[in-house]
């Protein structure tokens, strides 16, 4: 049947199809630890392309999942069906508006590229993951990414303005700013009279990747657009996205600050938040590289990388002022920066967090990941932090913490001496230990009315944990609107709903 459709898709598709093995393999793993073979890789040039990639999917029954670079930590987009690579034709700036701050592109343009087009004109776009120099505009919308400057600038969420995009029976629709087609507005129908309540019941804090966003659909007015983000390419293929940009910041100044510990980090957190920043990063000793040790002069210990975005130069005494009142006594500046290149190098061992977290996890010890993305409001960050770090002593466990302080997003994760035969597999204690640590984390997110997932994405594993953040009220309107949008369930099944 496969041959057939290889042959049926290569006859009328502009792209390239392919069911080589090399490539079904490449195509068979992302950044997570799952792996799933497809039947075939697209790689598709345009809207017909997709639509016919779509037909075929329909008729054999098969899956189909979007994919960038395919840098996603949870298994987004892994499929035993079609993949969809849009890196290679549909990878475009399409236009560029610099009267209207907007920058219209495809779904597979890779972020840095579109950073180094935007710096031409002194533009950028704020969101911007340790991934940037990779990943896709297309995955980061399917995450709703963020990155360091969340804090100031929010996810990029808030910078979608308008949406093209195939409906999985083919068809086109599109969203943007207080307007969608027919179809999805008589979907949305439902949502209008309720959005308060559904709101109301969504976590407490200012980034969250959980599920569908739906409360961010009628906040402050209609953007039925936002439902795209974080939807992990569930409800619709997309063909092209036009992005809010804005001016680069004239000024700026980074902070290294010392601390003795993460929790006395933490308590210094509020304060810090006073002075307005627009990055708060926390970098534990075990990821910080050797150029960064050796700026602290110890093995211990954590980092705070403070960033502000200023207009006018007198600004920086001010800010300095601000900062070291807000750290005292406890922290410590040790390294500052006010040049762009300083700046980036410094930055540099932040972004290298993660590496530095693989690097430790050397032999047969394994990073655990289900709970590394957890948010919980700066006002509960010391008590979640506190409670975390218990277990780990509890279980006499090493791990890694880093991430976006300022959002109350530290990625942590535990590091497991795997000593079973497989690789994939943990022996029953550690595999009853991790469940035990899941459950209680994330009881306390909930508890804390946080979020198990703020911008890495849900995916094939915290999929199951959704049901942790929402109530049943929440969880029925994200099956309905699955169903609506994607009633075969062809659009990356296992993902958000189950």
């Not at 935007?118 to 919308?141: D, E, W």
Request: proline fraction near 4%; glycine fraction near 6%.
């Amino acid at each position: 049947m496969f041959v057939d459709l290889l042959d049926e898709l290569k006859f009328s598709f502009k792209g390239e199809v392919s069911n080589e093995s090399w490539i079904k393999d490449y195509y068979s793993v992302d950044s997570s630890n799952h792996r799933i073979l497809p039947e075939l890789v697209c790689f598709p040039k345009d809207e017909d392309d997709i639509k016919i990639s779509l037909d075929s999917a329909i008729k054999n029954g098969l899956s189909i999942s979007c994919r960038g670079a395919g840098t996603s930590l949870l298994g987004q987009s892994l499929s035993n069906g079609i993949v969809l690579d849009f890196t290679k034709y549909m990878n475009k700036i399409l236009d560029l508006d610099l009267q209207s701050n907007c920058v219209n592109v495809q779904p597979g343009i890779v972020k840095g590229l579109l950073d180094k087009e935007l710096r031409k004109h002194n533009k950028f776009l704020p969101p911007n993951p340790a991934s940037s120099n990779y990943c896709t505009i297309g995955g980061m919308v399917s995450n709703n990414s963020s990155g360091p400057y969340g804090l100031g600038y929010g996810s990029i969420l808030g910078y979608l303005q308008y949406i093209d995009f195939i409906y999985s029976d083919g068809k086109k629709g599109f969203a943007q700013n207080g307007l969608c087609d027919d179809r999805l507005n008589k979907f949305l129908q439902p949502l209008f009279s309720i959005h308060d309540e559904i709101s109301s019941v969504y976590p407490d804090v200012s980034k969250n990747s959980c599920g569908y966003r739906l409360d961010s659909i009628f906040t402050p007015t209609f953007n039925p657009q936002n439902l795209f983000a974080a939807s992990e390419g569930t409800l619709a293929i997309i063909t092209s996205l036009k992005l809010k940009i804005i001016d680069l910041p004239i000024f700026r100044s980074l902070y290294m600050v010392y601390f003795s510990s993460v929790q006395k980090a933490c308590m210094y957190t509020s304060k810090i938040l006073s002075t307005r920043p627009a990055a708060l990063e926390l970098l534990d000793s075990p990821v910080m590289d050797s150029s960064i040790k050796s700026i602290t002069a110890s093995n211990n210990g954590c980092l705070l990388f403070i960033e502000y975005f200023y207009q006018h130069q007198g600004e920086i005494n001010s800010i300095s002022k601000l900062l070291k009142s807000a750290v005292y006594s406890e922290g410590k500046v040790v390294e500052q920066a006010h040049d762009l290149d300083s700046i980036n190098n410094l930055w540099g061992s932040r972004r290298n967090a993660l590496n530095m977290a693989i690097k430790y996890t050397v032999g047969n010890r394994k990073p655990f990941t289900i709970f590394e993305d957890t948010a919980v409001s700066i006002d509960h960050i010391y008590e979640y932090v506190t409670d975390v770090l218990a277990l780990y002593n509890k279980y006499n466990l090493s791990y890694v913490i880093y991430g976006h302080l300022g959002n109350g997003n530290l990625h942590t994760r535990p590091l497991i001496t795997d000593s079973s035969s497989s690789d994939d597999l943990l022996n029953l204690t550690q595999t009853k230990m991790l469940h035990d640590i899941t459950n209680s984390i994330f009881k306390k997110v909930k508890e804390y009315r946080g979020t198990i997932t703020a911008e890495h994405g849900d995916g094939i594993s915290r999929t199951p944990y959704i049901k942790n953040v929402y109530n049943s009220f929440i969880l029925s309107y994200f099956k309905y609107i699955k169903k609506s949008f994607d009633p075969s369930n062809i659009l990356n099944p296992g993902k958000i709903v189950l």
